[in-house]
T-cell receptor, first 114, second 109 residues
Framework: DAGVTQSPTHLIKTRGQQVTLRCSPKSGHDTVSWYQQALGQGPQFIFQYYEEEERQRGNFPDRFSGHQFPNYSSELNVNALLLGDSALYLC?????????????FGEGSRLTVL | GESVGLHLPTLSVQEGDNSIINCAYSNSASDYFIWYKQESGKGPQFIIDIRSNMDKRQGQRVTVLLNKTVKHLSLQIAATQPGDSAVYFCAGYGNKLVFGAGTILRVKS
């Protein structure tokens, strides 16, 4: 049973560029959440997707956008990259119907903005 | 709003000793709490959870205690092993999961 997979694992961009990160959820899961984790900090919630729609959003600017596909996979897009966007981006999957909030995380995509 | 924070940023324990990691939360609406373990270069891994209507839950070598009166929860690890070295996060769930900053656990052999 494949867990949550993310790609790419590492990438380097320059300020002003755009980036797309990808995530495939755990088999049987229908909800994908994205988190940003800066060095030495806990993951910060970006947004959640279910049924191809953004259901919840954290305190992140519109430069952060996402998409969910019919097969439940998801993309995170960040435009006009800033140095402060350098972080580990984590994708987590779950079942929307679950009341426990338990998330299964991928290994993350490490983004470095120069 | 919601916030979940940790008392100690770093905890060093001797192999074989018990570890206790503490966490405070501010949102009484959180009805579910989870402890995650994150090893270097990896995503957070589920350890144990507890509902707000419980005060204690035990797993394999781990116990979570919840004190709703003072909005505090703790993770106890029995007979700490070198493989337990990691960053530990508590997270509270109301309508979304909110993480604390984390505690680094270092196990000395």
């Amino acid at each position: 049973d494949a867990g949550v997979t993310q790609s790419p694992t590492h990438l380097i961009k320059t300020r002003g560029q755009q980036v797309t990160l990808r995530c495939s959820p755990k088999s049987g899961h229908d909800t994908v959440s994205w988190y940003q984790q800066a060095l030495g900090q806990g993951p910060q919630f970006i947004f959640q997707y279910y049924e191809e729609e953004e259901r919840q959003r954290g305190n992140f600017p519109d430069r952060f956008s996402g998409h969910q596909f019919p097969n439940y996979s998801s993309e995170l897009n960040v435009n006009a990259l800033l140095l402060g966007d350098s972080a580990l981006y984590l994708c987590a999957s779950s079942l929307f119907s679950s009341d426990t909030g338990e998330l299964f995380f991928g290994e993350g995509s490490r983004l470095t903005v120069l | 709003g919601e916030s979940v924070g940790l008392h100690l940023p770093t905890l060093s324990v001797q192999e074989g000793d018990n570890s206790i990691i503490n966490c405070a939360y501010s949102n009484s609406a959180s009805d579910y709490f989870i402890w995650y373990k994150q090893e270097s270069g990896k995503g957070p891994q589920f350890i144990i959870d507890i509902r707000s209507n419980m005060d204690k839950r035990q797993g394999q070598r781990v116990t979570v205690l919840l004190n709703k009166t003072v909005k505090h929860l703790s993770l106890q690890i029995a007979a700490t092993q070198p493989g337990d070295s990691a960053v530990y996060f508590c997270a509270g769930y109301g309508n979304k999961l909110v993480f604390g900053a984390g505690t680094i656990l270092r196990v000395k052999s």
